[in-house]
């Protein structure tokens, strides 16, 4: 294997290990608000969307060095839209960050089957008619949401959250945080949109987020309660955030970055040249 193949499985691995990351930290907080009575988040919502947060930044700690972390394909394809990220690795990388949620749920299901068992029983429902403890896993709108409306909040936080992203990587933005801290910040970010909308759709903003813990439900027993889910709401969290990720990085390109300091002497150095 010649060094930059090597260094190309490395990449898909660190965005495998990435997601894997997120979702266990993620989904096994998100079993702890919905399947314990008394939970020990109902009245402190900010502590589930603070662990998803950090479970984000701890994921840029481990791989960011091999492949940047994207660890959401709304990322990667805004940064091949817009920062010349490979368009050839585009789908190996989104297929590697869906495996990621994907082995992420297993580790999840293993640490909290017994409790998703008890929680259907004591309520009377089954994974197959009912989804008991799908929300564990996967997104579903929320109360008075319907799909096509959770398809609209999904490219809005999603873009909300690439135009932060985009911002806080950015070479030429002499406000961005400095050396390791941007990690910290992108995951106070990802908090943030959780606690500020999170009740709507439960705040998917990445498809590997949703889909690879998805396609594990559906394997593990919930079936159709998982795809195509019900009102056919599996592709929501899928083309919602791809297409507000485009739509995120496009505003930062377009509207911020050109009136950047440091972009402008550039710009002044090269036409005096």
Same mark, same amino acid.
């Given at each position: 294997?010649t060094t =930059?193949?090597?260094?190309?499985?490395?990449e898909l691995?660190?965005?495998?290990?990435a997601?894997?990351?997120i979702?266990?930290?993620?989904?096994?907080?998100?079993? %702890?608000?919905?399947?314990?009575?008394?939970?020990?988040? =109902?009245?402190?919502y900010?502590?589930?969307?603070?662990v998803w947060? @950090?479970g984000?930044?701890i994921a840029?700690?481990?791989t960011?060095?091999?492949?940047?972390?994207?660890?959401?394909p709304a990322?990667?394809?805004?940064l091949?839209c817009?920062?010349?990220?490979?368009w =050839?690795k585009?789908l190996p990388y989104?297929?590697?960050?869906?495996l990621g949620g994907?082995l992420g749920?297993?580790?999840?299901?293993?640490l909290?089957?017994p409790?998703i068992d #008890?929680?259907?029983a004591?309520n009377?429902?089954?994974r !197959? #008619?009912?989804?008991?403890?799908a929300?564990?896993?996967?997104?579903?709108?929320?109360e008075?949401?319907?799909p %096509?409306?959770?398809?609209m909040?999904?490219?809005?936080l999603t873009?909300?959250?690439? @135009?932060?992203?985009?911002?806080?990587?950015?070479?030429y933005n002499? +406000?961005a945080?400095?050396?390791?801290?941007?990690?910290?910040i992108i995951?106070l970010?990802v908090a943030?949109i959780?606690a500020s909308?999170?009740?709507?759709?439960a705040?998917?903003i990445?498809p590997?987020r949703?889909?690879?813990?998805? !396609?594990?439900?559906?394997f593990?027993?919930?079936?159709? /309660?998982a795809?195509?889910s019900p +009102?056919n709401?599996?592709w929501?969290p899928?083309?919602g955030?791809?297409?507000g990720?485009?739509v995120g990085?496009?505003?930062?390109?377009?509207?911020l970055r050109?009136? %950047?300091? /440091? /972009?402008?002497?550039?710009?002044s150095?090269?036409?005096?040249?």
């Amino acid at each position: 294997m010649t060094t =930059k193949a090597r260094a190309y499985v490395g990449e898909l691995i660190a965005e495998c290990i990435a997601v894997f990351i997120i979702i266990v930290f993620g989904d096994s907080v998100a079993a %702890m608000y919905s399947l314990y009575d008394p939970s020990p988040y =109902k009245q402190a919502y900010w502590g589930v969307c603070i662990v998803w947060g @950090l479970g984000v930044t701890i994921a840029i700690y481990v791989t960011g060095a091999v492949s940047g972390t994207h660890a959401n394909p709304a990322v990667t394809l805004a940064l091949a839209c817009f920062r010349n990220f490979s368009w =050839k690795k585009v789908l190996p990388y989104c297929a590697a960050q869906i495996l990621g949620g994907f082995l992420g749920a297993i580790i999840v299901y293993a640490l909290f089957s017994p409790v998703i068992d #008890h929680y259907a029983a004591v309520n009377q429902l089954d994974r !197959l #008619h009912d989804g008991a403890g799908a929300g564990v896993f996967f997104t579903h709108p929320g109360e008075f949401i319907s799909p %096509m409306h959770a398809f609209m909040d999904e490219i809005i936080l999603t873009a909300i959250l690439v @135009l932060g992203i985009f911002a806080i990587t950015c070479e030429y933005n002499t +406000q961005a945080p400095q050396a390791n801290s941007s990690a910290l910040i992108i995951g106070l970010l990802v908090a943030i949109i959780g606690a500020s909308a999170g009740y709507l759709e439960a705040w998917a903003i990445n498809p590997a987020r949703d889909l690879g813990p998805r !396609l594990f439900c559906y394997f593990a027993g919930w079936g159709p /309660s998982a795809l195509p889910s019900p +009102q056919n709401y599996w592709w929501v969290p899928i083309a919602g955030p791809l297409i507000g990720g485009v739509v995120g990085g496009g505003l930062y390109q377009a509207v911020l970055r050109p009136f %950047m300091p /440091s /972009s402008n002497q550039s710009s002044s150095h090269i036409a005096h040249d």
